[in-house]
């Protein structure tokens, strides 16, 4: 199942480029988060997104200025990403005990 983490969420003051605003610019970070039974897998890429609540819609990178980039940069330095990999639940670590006992019987029976 995946999940979004919301890493940095911020209000801006820069003008919109829709309604031209002044108020209403929101940028949020966020990572995927993959969740499974047996381990936990954040992914590396850190998404962005910039929504206008006056106006009610999503601003592209394409209609930014450049004072909208330049507060994009930072925020985004702000922005920690979770660390990467993947992060085994305690059910994995149950299922691998029991393998190994499993095969060290059989190994032991077939010796003895």
Request: charged share 20%; glycine share 4%.
């Amino acid at each position: 199942m995946k999940t979004t983490q919301t890493l940095h969420t911020a209000r801006l003051n820069n003008n919109c480029p829709t309604c031209f605003a002044t108020d209403g610019l929101e940028l949020t970070f966020s990572q995927e988060k993959q969740t499974n039974t047996l381990y936990d897998k954040t992914e590396k890429e850190i998404n962005s997104k910039m929504y206008c609540h006056t106006c009610g819609h999503d601003i592209f990178p394409v209609s930014w200025t450049d004072d909208i980039e330049r507060v994009y940069d930072y925020h985004k330095k702000l922005a920690t990403p979770s660390s990467t990999g993947i992060r085994p639940k305690p059910l994995l670590y149950i299922l691998m005990l029991v393998a190994v006992i499993v095969v060290a019987g059989i190994v032991y029976y077939f010796i003895s």
